[in-house]
């Protein structure tokens, strides 16, 4: 399909259709949106509205066609619309679209994510990511006694109140809310410190060590851009955690299915206490799951005493969705080819930029990747905070011009799927040079 986005006389910006879409949208819901990421407020302009995406592709309602690289934010490792996928969906709906009551499929998805994720002995399935992350912290409150948990700056695990804080001002000091709504109570427990920092973990937990009931963290971060971790950071994670009786969670909402089929923790060979996950799981509808050592998941109800339900928790056709796409990463592998476009595309982009003589970094793990503007090596997020925002925005808004679709925002990894091709990562790194000079 030739697209008027693939034309070098097209709109800098979105159609009018999505702009008259954005209008009506911004009288009916806050921002115009259902979630702040898609309002493109780090780049300015009209978000696109999307009829219909499939394979490699969206498509808006003015006509134009996108390679896609944000795969809804990560769940789409097979692509839009995958026949087999789609199957699972409509023959679960036929049946039903929620019982309230236990299934065998639910089962089935909980052997699939047991079997392939080396921390889980059991698991407990919920609505999304979110619900995951805020889950496994009670429990491992509950599991522990204890009140304060870590988390680190520039790491997101959904809008949970204890999470949405911001750094003290100093290493190891509380955090404040970072959100309106979020009262002191509800950050005044959790420590944020600055991720990579080994000697600034050591000392919050020379600290607070006995009153620690969890660290969480991102095991490759997604949320500042694609950050990854050092292994003297994660096996500090690992060690301080197992020596002061608190509990490591990793948060694999997006690392999950993705970087490895057992996750970060396959591929850095790192093992949590407990691990959240979603995205991928969920096959693209909204599923998320908690897991861990089976005496931690023995404290949530009704085997334990921890409170955590959900009416729609293991909803048959989100569970039909995620096993299907479990089932078929586990029959064909798609993560060496994932690798080898990722290394092509990081390659193009580098060599693009340095072309173009911008400032600039690439990260990448798998199937995630971002090209910071920020000629230093981002490993922290008061390295990403130096990033030129403003390049990024001419940056994607002169992809969106020929046909690509990256993420809004230089603090989101994109995403590609086993449906793109050497030739689409050629065609992006073409269009990447050619924008990158006219910056």
């Known amino acids: 399909m030739n697209s008027p986005a693939n034309s070098s006389a097209a709109r800098p910006s979105a159609g009018p259709k999505s702009v008259a879409a954005f209008q009506r949208a911004s009288a009916l819901m806050p921002g115009g949106v259902n979630s702040p990421a898609r309002a493109f407020g780090a780049v300015g302009g009209t978000p696109l509205f999307i009829e219909r995406a499939e394979g490699p592709y969206l498509y808006d ?6 390679i896609d690289y944000i795969g809804s934010w990560g769940p789409m490792i097979l692509g839009h619309a995958h026949p087999e996928v789609i199957s699972a969906i409509t023959e679960a709906a036929a049946k039903g679209t929620s019982y309230g009551a236990p299934t065998e499929a639910e089962s089935r998805l909980a052997e699939q994510i047991i079997e392939a994720v080396p921390s889980i002995e059991k698991v407990r399935l919920v609505n999304s990511g979110t619900e995951a992350t805020m889950s496994a912290l009670r429990v491992a409150r509950g599991a522990t006694g204890r009140k304060k948990v870590i988390k680190f700056a520039g790491n997101y695990h959904g809008h949970v109140d204890s999470l949405l804080v911001a750094a003290g001002s100093a290493a190891a000091t509380l955090g404040a809310p970072d959100s309106p709504g979020v009262t002191p109570g509800a950050a005044e427990d959790t ?14 937990f020379d600290q607070h060590g006995d009153d620690i009931a969890a660290l969480i963290l991102e095991p490759v971060v997604g949320n500042m851009g694609c950050v990854l971790p050092t292994m003297e950071f994660l096996n500090a994670a690992r ?14 909402v997006m690392t999950g299915f993705r970087v490895a089929y057992g996750g970060a923790q396959e591929r850095f060979g790192v093992t949590p206490d407990m691990t959240t996950l979603g995205k991928i799981v969920g096959g693209g509808m909204p599923l998320g799951a908690y897991g861990g050592r089976a005496e931690i998941m023995n404290q949530v109800l009704p085997a334990g005493k921890v409170f955590q339900a959900g009416t729609l928790s293991g ?6 969705a995620g096993s299907a796409t479990l089932r078929l990463l586990k029959e064909n592998p798609p993560y060496e080819q994932l690798e080898r476009l990722a290394d092509r595309l990081a390659d193009g982009l580098d060599r693009a930029a340095t072309s173009a003589g911008m400032a600039h970094t690439v990260a990448k793990a798998g199937a995630m990747l971002t090209l910071f503007f920020n000629p230093e090596p981002v490993d922290c997020w008061d390295v990403a905070d130096r990033c030129d925002r403003e390049a990024f925005g001419r940056y994607f808004w002169g992809l969106i011009n020929e046909g690509i679709y990256m993420p809004c925002s230089q603090f989101e990894a994109l995403f590609f799927s086993q449906q793109h091709t050497e030739a689409m990562i050629d065609e992006t790194i073409g269009a990447a040079e050619k924008v990158l000079k006219s910056l």
């Open 239 to 252: 060690d301080l955690t197992s020596k002061h009786g608190s509990i490591l969670i990793f948060d694999e």
């Open 191 to 204: 420590l944020v410190l600055s991720y990579n920092d080994v000697p600034g973990l050591q000392n919050a």
């Open 61 to 66: 309602i003015d006509g134009n066609r996108y």
């Open 315 to 320: 909803n048959p056709v989100a569970v039909a």
